[in-house]
């Protein structure tokens, strides 16, 4: 069954560093998404990608925060100056049909979880 | 944007009993209600979901029921078993993204 993989799982980085998280889709997937999840607290969106462009994003996703899809599989995000409150467990999705999450299952990587030290 | 309001935070039942979990939202144009639970590190996976155009939905032991005028919708699992203990997260769809409520932990006592 396709999955969503994310790499690196696991990321230590001093604060004021740059991260770069890494995700690949579902190949035939329109949609991506990077969502955020603080331990212990809900899961929270950050932003949404379509057509190579970014289709809505949250406050929390501020100028630190950047997402790219290089090369037609790979889908990014990078922060760019990390802070002690961006650790926290990032997640990629994507989902298939056009319209959005509202006509499709989100389907969620495993995960990488930042520490900010 | 929108808010879900998701209770009880906790919930501890025991093995065989029923759970209920409740969300309730503002946003009247949301049509799409996913459930996910989601087991100690791992990701959310869906368990269930629901459409606004019908108000009641079974998979097995889990049901999900919607009330669109009250803007409500429930979790409902029954004949609880040990591996069902997990967060569980209510979800709607608004715009083209998914807003989660804040997380129901189920755990249930053999």
């Known amino acids: 069954e396709p999955e969503v993989t994310q790499t690196p799982s696991h990321q230590v980085t001093q604060m004021g560093q740059e991260v770069i998280l890494r995700c690949v889709p579902i190949?035939?997937?329109?949609?991506f998404y990077w969502y955020r999840q603080i331990l212990g607290q809900k899961v929270e969106f950050l932003v949404s990608?379509?057509?190579?462009?970014?289709?809505?994003k949250s406050e929390i996703f501020d100028d630190q925060f950047s997402v790219e899809r290089p090369d037609g599989s790979n889908f990014t995000l990078k922060i760019r100056s990390t802070k002690l409150e961006d650790s926290a467990m990032y997640f990629c999705?994507?989902?298939?049909?056009?319209?959005?999450?509202?006509?499709?299952?989100?389907?969620f990587g495993e995960g990488s979880r930042l520490t900010v030290l | 944007g929108e808010n879900v309001e998701q209770h009880p935070s906790t919930l501890s039942v025991q093995e065989g009993d029923s759970a209920v979990i409740k969300c309730t939202y503002s946003?009247?144009?949301?049509?799409?209600f996913p459930w996910y639970k989601q087991e100690l590190g791992k990701r959310p996976q869906l368990i269930i979901d629901?459409?606004?155009?019908?108000g009641e939905k079974k998979d097995q032991r889990i049901a999900v029921t919607l009330n669109k005028t009250a803007k409500h919708f429930s979790l409902h699992i029954t004949e609880t078993q040990p591996e069902d203990s997990a967060v569980y997260f209510c979800a709607l769809e608004y715009g083209n993204k998914l807003v989660f409520g804040a997380g129901t932990i189920l755990r249930v006592k053999s």
């Open positions: 629901i459409r606004s155009n019908v």
């Open positions: 990608f379509y057509n190579n462009e970014i289709s809505e």
């Open positions: 999705a994507s989902t298939g049909l056009a319209g959005g999450a509202n006509t499709g299952e989100l389907f």
């Open positions: 946003d009247s144009a949301s049509n799409y």
């Open positions: 190949s035939n997937h329109l949609y």
